[in-house]
């Protein structure tokens, strides 16, 4: 990363009240509501909400979202990457072009862990001195060059370089298909140079956290790296729970998360190596492990999927067709988001009333409800957390 699109970038956070043109907001806070409370901003939740825009959640759900704006690799995001996947965090990671160029592999890595890559402009101007067609370039430029680096289609949530933005800019950013999103909680991070100790930062940002805040924290900082670790251990202690921006109230299809799951799996007794999740403390596993890991038993079931009706058919007594990518293990990621199964799934032709999601475009169905449709056995062992599979028994609640 040259010196010289450090200063640029730290200039234009610190002088976009000089750069915003006229009419623009400049998104700011005032914390005077007390500690620990929401906000106040330049606009309100309701009129962001016009334009599919947050500045935070649901203030009556103890929740937090943190994200993370990278405009330039300084050293410290492995550390918070390491972090979130300690503690099993979702994070948000909106990135400018020059990041993916200069941190392809960090990129990866936050996709490959669950986190969301969403869009911070590709060329980071102040989006409110520019007319539609810039606008539009800088969103889909970067999206395009996010697709083509990791094969995956960029979380659509953009946040506006330097937190300014116009009517009009919230507009053209929903009709491309993103909301935008502004935070609640945040402090002075983003200057290498002039980094708070570490008492402060965390004195500071304790103060300010609140029941649905979006932070935001500076990737460049190497405060925030350091710091991370003993925050989310303080708003874990203070029941806070965590979720990503895709979980956002009032989103037409939201997320929830998915923490992978290593316990130990077994078939009449056998290992088997199934990915597996753990959504609200229920096992998820993905069906064609399922089908993989029994088949040859008597409890075995085919799988097909039909395009036209963009359904699944499991048919039992017949033997499974591998694809060839069962059975690799569990995740190494910090947490994963899951969509609502959208599949209709029969088995024998009839419907089967389970629980599904999609991750990674794979259907993941709710072990037991699986269990139950084929009458196969389940046993769980509380103190290893050990799961198995029983062909030959019958279902049990």
Sequence with gaps: ??????????????????????????????????????????????????????????????????????????????????????????????????????????????????????????????????????????????????????????????????????????????????????????????????????????????????????????????TNAAILDGLITDWKAQGYTFKALSALPGLADPTVSALPNGAPFTVAGQAVTPTAFLIEDNNYIKLRDAAAMLAGTEKGFAVAYDGETDSVALTSGQAYTPLGTELAGVRDAAVVQAGAGAQQITLDGVPLPLTSYMIDDANYVKLRDLAQALDCAVTYDKATQAVGLEPSRPYEE
């Design 1 to 222: 990363m040259n010196k010289l699109w450090k200063k640029l970038l730290c200039a234009a956070l610190a002088g976009s009240m000089m750069l915003s043109a006229a009419g623009a907001t400049d998104w700011g806070l005032w914390y005077g509501n007390g500690a620990n409370q929401p906000p106040s901003g330049e606009d309100t939740v309701q009129t962001l909400a016009q334009y599919g825009a947050y500045y935070m959640g649901a203030t009556d759900e103890k929740v937090l979202y943190l994200t993370f704006d990278c405009g330039y690799e300084n050293g410290n995001t492995a550390k918070i990457l390491d972090t979130l996947k300690k503690h099993h965090v979702p994070g948000a990671f909106f990135v400018v072009g020059h990041y993916l160029d200069a941190a392809p592999e960090l990129v990866k890595r936050m996709a490959d862990e669950g986190h969301l890559v969403c869009n911070h402009s590709d060329n980071h101007p102040n989006m409110t001195t520019v007319g539609y067609d810039r606008f539009a370039s800088e969103l889909t430029g970067l999206a395009a060059q996010y697709k083509e680096l990791t094969g995956r289609t960029i979380a659509p949530f953009f946040r506006p370089p330097e937190g300014s933005y116009t009517y009009d800019t919230l507009r053209w950013a929903q009709q491309l298909g993103y909301h935008t999103t502004l935070w609640s909680v945040a402090y002075a991070d983003w200057d290498p140079a002039n980094q708070p100790s570490y008492a402060s930062a965390r004195q500071t940002i304790n103060s300010r956290v609140h029941n649905g805040a979006i932070v935001l924290l500076h990737a460049v900082s190497s």
